[in-house]
């Protein structure tokens, strides 16, 4: 799901926001499964598509994006349909997910920047999560374009708190951070999905008795040590108080003043390392062939995404996969669950074909197209006309009923930090669970690299 990026840059919204996308969601979404094909399949309701109205002269629009890899056969079509449709030929330019920011920073900074291109988030001072700032007359509201209406009202409006108030992007679908777990390996061991931590370590344990790796590792890919560290962030800190996260972005609050909260979070990972509950060679292993691992039945879980469903089927289409929220908490506390609804498609407003790049977003944010997204994706969408058929996203819609759940995860939208900050998270956390640093020396550089950055 495009690396680290995608991890790191979820949507800055308030826990109520979230909680009434969630109520949206489980109302208008239903549930998602493989076909024959073994392929998720999805549909829309009728009438749900803008027209095809074909321009009057052929245009090319340019469009820079991350997300090829995760979405080949829609993005495939909707060029196509828009070749076919509208006379409109687009020029893709898909860029690797850790070269993205440095790539559109300089297109930015040169005045180079194409028709169409992709964004991880922006917070409401217009600041990309890419280490830009978007200036007024930059990016075109998108507010009048006949799909919007079809989106969750919630998702809508958090995209315009903003200082101009319009709405520049919508987030196509929402994920979660939790546990992917193969249910013939739980059934097959006798082991009941866990909803507490001595649930959780027990089943660890009988696991790792059976010779059965309990958590497959993929931390060769440094974006994947983040996740259980932002999924304790939030049972840990964001539940004492929320407002936090809003008090280290502003420099009011050091994490050395939360040191011993922020250590609790750092040594979940690296406690679970020593205790042999990771797969072999987890450093030296990536996500693709962590994943697979879930799916042959070879490690019971992976921590992760939502989004990581479609990897670990790839290795076994026939694998049933289940999802429950990580528990870190203990007995009788409520389990977290962070979510996130951030990443979307940007016009440039000084493109010099704009009606062209309206008309081919439109059909971007069409159920039709969204459909064919949330296909790849195996997404819960956020376009209330998509109705996938996906057992696993029903699941995950089940589990969002249940526990709290938290609008985003620790480092994202500078909600954790300035967002200007040089402190590189995932290469930080990866060095916590190879050794290569410490709790202390992790927060000591984290609020030396904010400091520098408020001096700014």
């Given at each position: 799901m495009g690396g680290v990026n995608m991890i790191r840059t979820k949507k800055a919204a308030t826990l109520g926001v979230t909680l009434a996308l969630t109520a949206s969601l489980l109302a208008a979404c239903g549930s998602n499964s493989k076909d024959n094909e073994g392929q998720a399949s999805a549909s829309v309701n009728p009438d749900s598509s803008p027209a095809a109205s074909a321009s009057a002269s052929p245009v090319t629009l340019k469009y820079l994006t991350w997300t090829y890899s995760?979405?080949?056969?829609?993005?495939?079509?909707?060029?196509?349909?828009?070749?076919?449709?509208?006379?409109?030929?687009?020029?893709?330019?898909?860029?690797?997910?850790?070269?993205?920011?440095?790539?559109?920073?300089?297109?930015?900074?040169?005045?180079?920047?194409?028709?169409?291109?992709?964004?991880?988030?922006?917070?409401?001072?217009?600041?990309?999560?890419?280490?830009?700032?978007?200036?007024?007359?930059?990016?075109?509201?998108?507010?009048?374009?006949?799909?919007?209406?079809?989106?969750?009202?919630?998702?809508?409006?958090?995209?315009?708190?903003?200082?101009?108030?319009?709405?520049?992007?919508?987030?196509?679908?929402?994920?979660?951070?939790?546990?992917?777990?193969?249910?013939?390996?739980?059934?097959?061991?006798?082991?009941?999905?866990?909803?507490?931590?001595?649930?959780?370590?027990?089943?660890?344990?009988?696991?790792?008795?059976?010779?059965?790796?309990?958590?497959?590792?993929?931390?060769?890919?440094?974006?994947?040590?983040?996740?259980?560290?932002?999924?304790?962030?939030?049972?840990?800190?964001?539940?004492?108080?929320?407002?936090?996260?809003?008090?280290?972005?502003?420099?009011?609050?050091?994490?050395?003043?939360?040191?011993?909260?922020?250590?609790?979070?750092?040594?979940?990972?690296?406690?679970?390392?020593?205790?042999?509950?990771?797969?072999?060679n987890f450093l030296g292993t990536d996500v693709s062939v962590a994943s697979q691992m879930v799916g042959t039945g070879k490690a019971a879980m992976l921590v992760s995404g939502t989004w990581q469903l479609g990897a670990i089927q790839s290795a076994n289409p026939d694998a049933e996969i289940g999802f429950f929220a990580l528990p870190l908490n203990a007995a009788g506390e409520k389990t977290i669950l962070p979510t996130s609804a951030n990443e979307g498609l940007l016009i440039n407003a000084k493109s010099k074909n704009v009606e062209a790049a309206k008309q081919a977003m439109d059909f971007y944010l069409s159920a039709d197209n969204q459909a064919r997204i949330m296909k790849d994706l195996n997404g819960i969408p956020t376009n209330m006309k998509v109705q996938v058929d996906n057992p696993f996203t029903k699941e995950v819609q089940n589990v969002m009923s249940q526990v709290t759940v938290q609008s985003d995860w620790w480092g994202t939208d500078g909600l954790y930090n300035p967002l200007s900050t040089t402190f590189n998270m995932e290469k930080q956390q990866q060095g916590l669970i190879a050794k290569g640093t410490t709790p202390d020396q992790f927060i000591s550089d984290f609020d030396a690299a904010n400091a520098k950055a408020f001096s700014k």
């Open positions: 995760d979405r080949t056969p829609s993005t495939d079509a909707w060029i196509k349909d828009l070749k076919d449709q509208f006379n409109i030929t687009i020029d893709m330019q898909n860029v690797p997910s850790d070269q993205y920011a440095t790539m559109l920073k300089t297109k930015y900074a040169s005045s180079d920047l194409p028709d169409l291109f992709m964004t991880h988030g922006i917070d409401k001072d217009l600041n990309f999560v890419e280490k830009m700032t978007a200036q007024p007359g930059q990016l075109a509201d998108l507010s009048d374009l006949a799909s919007v209406k079809d989106f969750i009202p919630s998702v809508i409006e958090s995209r315009k708190n903003n200082k101009e108030g319009k709405l520049y992007y919508l987030p196509i679908s929402t994920n979660a951070l939790g546990v992917l777990y193969n249910k013939k390996v739980f059934a097959d061991n006798g082991i009941a999905v866990p909803t507490n931590i001595d649930e959780l370590t027990a089943s660890f344990e009988k696991l790792k008795a059976a010779g059965i790796a309990p958590m497959a590792a993929g931390f060769k890919d440094a974006w994947t040590t983040q996740i259980i560290p932002f999924i304790a962030f939030g049972q840990y800190i964001n539940t004492k108080d929320p407002t936090i996260r809003v008090k280290l972005a502003t420099g009011e609050l050091k994490y050395a003043d939360i040191k011993d909260d922020v250590k609790k979070v750092l040594s979940v990972q690296s406690g679970w390392a020593d205790k042999g509950y990771f797969s072999d």
